[in-house]
């Protein structure tokens, strides 16, 4: 009985485990990798005949996004998930592969124009499709027999609608083994759905720690707080554009938004219009309104008993072509734009920040986590421009980071999570999902309280019978990428400083010697042509 570790190991996105027991093989999560996470979505660490099932935590692509390549490359077993993350993955994995394709047809676009080779993209329309041949549902709590010995149940992780926690038991050569998978653990008190389930003990435990080096900052009120920030901005003429996931995050600010407006909190427009600009949220809204029996919390479930829609307000618009999209940057009327992605990384959100960012009347709201090498990490971090569709942008406009939004659970609630096992005592816990100076980190927090914990590295394999690693992984090496809006590593940062303080250098020695500046000169060149060799 095995447990081998195939991405967010050290890293956020790009979930994928994998667990042998009894000649089977099966895989929790099959995500893709995003931002400036390391490992190629391309290609995976193992043959994908040689899955047996899949179970699936939740519908988000750092999660689900590389199940159709799973299947193109040869998956034929089964795949197990909540209910209503089977239907949110019906358009998330779809419109992930409209944009694979329209990505692969772009590099092509250039290749053919350069003389590079073509590309193909990780998988198509056709492949997302087919996901439903091989997709069985089941209810929280209900227990399914998943292959000889493998017993699964799904418990409400309260991170997103349909999200779960996965407990599997697991039987071989007269061993059992109870796993916990915790998923993406959701913060507490959130709209619409419930709050995450703590289980009460197990064998093993391979938990998130997204947010496990901090809190989130306290929040009272998170309808006042949201609607002081668009009142101000609509009073100054602007535009509050949020970036936002289109499945989960998008309801609940819609969510929040009717309960502004009811009360009338924003006094320079009470009936501000509002834009959704995302055919998938526009999508994924209409499963918010469907059978939501035994997913949400107390009091959306009253909104939905006594006929009232959680998102029903006046002057609420969806767009749903391109042209629509590109007309609300051509509109002057002061409004709120929620578009995807949530991480500013693809999608119509970079047209409307290219339009946005460099009018000081305007406001970005950040409404949930940004990845490191992500474009909403830079600006949270307080870049001065950024550089978009080959056009730098100043960014003057209002940033502002809503960490009363986030989806996921901090630190103290990781902790507190993790406390309730007691019975058994876990022997080993795994800390996965965290960035790579993150995730140590909460290991060793968790080790703090009395369990056996570590950050597993990439590949690395874990006999769970004899409770050692039998394997060890590495950690890829970072991308650096361009400063497109992207982050790039440290160490290259420090070099562009010094490159700029030489070049401050070399425009004051304007009028000195000529022998001075001769010599300085060479000794440049002699220090560029050891580096370039």
């Known amino acids: 009985m095995k447990l081998s570790f195939f991405g967010a190991d050290q890293c956020v996105t790009g979930s994928c485990h994998c667990l042998e027991v009894n000649g089977k093989r099966i895989l929790v999560d099959c995500g893709l990798q995003q931002g400036r996470d390391e490992v190629s979505n391309a290609e995976f660490p193992f043959a994908a005949n040689a899955i047996d099932c899949v179970l699936v935590t939740h519908a988000h692509i750092d999660h689900s996004g590389r199940i159709p390549m799973l299947i193109k490359q040869g998956f034929r077993g089964r795949i197990l998930t909540t209910r209503l993350t089977a239907d949110l993955l019906d358009i998330m994995l779809l419109d992930s592969a409209h944009i694979q394709e329209q990505d692969a047809e772009w590099k092509n676009r250039k290749a053919e124009r350069s003389g590079a080779p073509r590309v193909e993209p990780l998988y198509t329309i056709e492949d997302a499709s087919r996901v439903r041949e091989f997709l069985t549902t089941c209810e929280y709590g209900e227990k ?70 901090r809190n989130h900052t306290e929040v009272w009120s998170y309808t006042d ?65 469907g059978n939501l029996h035994g997913y949400l919390d107390e009091d959306a479930l009253e909104l939905v008993q006594d006929g009232t829609h959680m998102f029903n307000f006046t002057n609420l618009r969806m767009t749903e072509t391109s042209e629509e ?25 970079r047209h409307h920040l290219k339009h ?53 659970a901090d630190r103290d609630h990781l902790i507190s999570w993790i406390a309730d096992f007691k019975e058994p005592k876990p ?9 790579r100076e993150v995730a140590p980190f909460f290991a060793q927090t968790v080790a703090g309280m009395g369990f056996t914990a570590h950050a597993p590295q990439y590949t690395e394999v874990y006999d769970l019978i004899a409770d050692t690693v039998v394997q060890k992984g590495y950690l890829p090496e970072r991308k650096v990428k361009s400063a497109g809006g992207v982050k790039s590593s440290a160490a290259y940062e420090r070099l562009v400083a010094v490159g700029e303080m030489l070049m401050a250098s070399i425009k004051r020695s304007k009028g000195r010697d000529n022998k001075s500046l001769a010599r300085f000169a060479d000794q440049l060149r002699q220090l560029l042509e050891k580096w370039e060799a």
């Open 427 to 435: 022997q080993h816990v795994f800390v996965v999902h965290g960035d």
């Open 225 to 289: 707080d949201l609607a002081a920030i668009i009142d101000k901005t609509i009073a100054r003429g602007g535009n509050v554009v949020i970036p936002s996931f289109a499945v989960g995050r998008t309801q609940e600010l819609l969510y929040f938004i009717r309960e502004i407006k009811d009360a009338g909190l924003v006094k320079s427009n009470p009936d501000f219009p509002v834009y959704i600009d995302s055919p998938l949220a526009k999508k994924a809204t209409t499963i918010f309104t």
């Open 144 to 213: 399914v027999e998943l292959c000889q010995g493998v017993t699964v149940e799904f418990v409400d992780a309260g991170h997103l609608l349909g999200s779960a926690s996965i407990i599997v038991d697991a039987e071989e050569d007269g061993v059992s083994k109870r796993l916990v998978f915790s998923g993406d653990l959701g913060n507490i008190n959130q709209p619409i759905i419930r709050d995450p389930v703590h289980i009460h003990g197990a064998d093993y435990v391979v938990m998130e720690s997204t947010y496990g080096d």
């Open 325 to 349: 999209s590109k007309a609300l940057n051509m509109d002057p009327t002061p409004k709120v734009i929620i578009s995807a992605s949530g991480m500013c990384d693809a999608g119509r959100i």
């Open 356 to 408: 946005n960012l460099w009018r000081k009347e305007c406001t970005v709201a950040f409404v949930g986590y940004q990845g490191e090498g992500t474009l909403g990490r830079t600006l949270l971090e307080g870049a001065k421009s950024v550089k978009m569709f080959g056009e730098e942008i100043a960014v003057n406009a209002e940033i502002v980071n809503f960490q009363g939004l986030s989806s996921h």
